[in-house]
Each structure stands twice: as structure tokens, then as C-alpha cells.
């Protein structure tokens, strides 16, 4: 979308370009047009509910990764339940770097939690690195309160897949589930259940 990305190339800056480069190894630094994140969030608040914005959101796959990041900040605005899951569907294989899985966070799926979580164990089985990725991140963000089973520990100590990101999700889960869920988690660290590259 060429009035998409003219928007962004106005907001862009040089050498966040180059810093997020250098974070961002699985993207091609030629498609990183470098907008920093609050300029990101005040388009995405000006684009909300427009016909220009749904349009985007159609227009699968982008070719920049500020496009994917707005892509990423508009699906978190959405406040119908159904529409933020068929979009986080239409999306997350089209995710290639930890910022924009990381970036989506939708706060309408703590509205089903039942429905999400059902969800949630469809995206732990994908065989995408980031779709596996974020359903992890969600369990981690929606699931290890007042919503927490031991259960779900095991889910996350149970995965094998050796993408670097995914195993670095397993880590970052099951640090925060020692932090907030301490009693139900050290086992898995005293009796070595994790992979051993997460346990380390």
C-alpha cells in the first residue's frame, strides 16, 4: 500500500534504522524503513476503524517491517473478539523476526479466556517458529495469575523445536513463571525437566 508506506518513509529515521538492524538478524536491513515506536502507536490510533486500515490489514504479505509492525499495532486495537483472532490467523505466518511477534498483544483475547487458551494450544502446535512463538507468549502474558494451571507448564516444557527464537520463549516463559509461580515451576529446574539449553 503506497500511501501506507509513503506514511511511514515520512516518519522514518535513519539511525533507528541502523540500531534495529542490527537487532533484527532475520530481517533484511533494505526493508527496514526505521520508525520508532511512539510515531508507530500515533499512526496506528489515526488509522483505527478506517477504510485505509482495513485495506491494510488485507494486504498480505508486506514487504517492510514497519509495515508489519503497524500491521501488528492495528490488530491489538481491534476490540471484536472473533475479528482479532481471524486476523491474528491471517497474520502470524506472514511473522519472520521476535520484534513484530513479540509487538502483538492483543488485549480483547483476555475476554474468552477459555476460547483463547483452546486457541492458544492451536498455535503451540503450529510448526511455525513465530505462530509457536507468540502462543507461548500469550499463555506467559494472559495464564500465569489468577487464570494459572500447573498444566501449562508442562505445554511449554514439552516443546522440542530447536528455532533459536522459539527456545528463547521457552526460557523467557518459564523465568516468568518462577517469578509468579514459584512453587508449581521449581520443580522443573531442581528435577532438570526443561531442555537443557532452556534450563541453562
Known amino acids: 500500500m503506497d500511501a501506507i508506506v509513503e506514511r511511514l518513509r515520512v516518519l522514518s529515521d535513519s539511525g533507528y534504522r541502523d540500531f534495529q538492524a542490527k537487532l533484527l538478524?532475520?530481517?533484511?536491513?533494505s526493508t527496514i524503513i526505521g520508525v520508532r515506536t511512539p510515531a508507530m502507536r500515533a499512526l496506528?490510533?489515526?488509522?483505527?476503524?478506517?477504510?485505509?486500515?482495513?485495506?491494510?490489514?488485507?494486504?498480505l504479505p508486506h514487504k517492510y517491517f514497519d509495515e508489519n509492525q503497524l500491521?501488528?499495532?492495528?490488530i491489538n486495537d481491534l476490540k471484536d473478539y472473533d475479528q482479532c483472532v481471524r486476523e491474528l490467523e491471517r497474520f502470524l505466518p506472514y511473522v519472520d523476526n521476535w520484534?513484530?511477534?513479540?509487538?502483538?498483544?492483543?488485549?480483547?483475547?483476555?475476554?474468552?479466556?477459555?476460547?483463547?487458551?483452546?486457541?492458544?494450544?492451536?498455535?503451540?502446535?503450529?510448526?511455525?517458529?513465530?505462530?509457536?512463538?507468540?502462543?507461548?507468549?500469550?499463555?506467559?502474558?494472559?495464564?500465569?495469575?489468577?487464570?494459572?494451571?500447573?498444566?501449562?507448564?508442562?505445554?511449554?516444557?514439552?516443546d522440542r523445536n530447536e528455532e533459536y527464537y522459539v527456545k528463547m520463549m521457552v526460557a523467557w516463559f518459564f523465568a516468568t513463571a518462577l517469578a509468579k509461580q514459584y512453587t508449581a515451576t521449581i520443580p522443573y529446574f531442581e528435577q532438570r525437566l526443561l531442555p537443557e539449553w532452556s534450563h541453562k
Open 25 to 29: 538478524p532475520t530481517v533484511a536491513k
Open 44 to 59: 496506528a490510533k489515526e488509522l483505527r476503524g478506517s477504510e485505509l486500515a482495513a485495506v491494510f490489514l488485507q494486504e
Open 71 to 74: 500491521h501488528a499495532f492495528l
Open 99 to 158: 520484534a513484530t511477534c513479540d509487538q502483538l498483544s492483543p488485549k480483547v483475547l483476555k475476554k474468552q479466556p477459555e476460547q483463547t487458551l483452546e486457541t492458544i494450544k492451536g498455535w503451540m502446535a503450529s510448526s511455525h517458529a513465530y505462530t509457536i512463538r507468540f502462543g507461548m507468549e500469550m499463555l506467559m502474558s494472559f495464564y500465569l495469575d489468577a487464570w494459572f494451571k500447573p498444566e501449562f507448564l508442562a505445554w511449554v516444557a514439552a
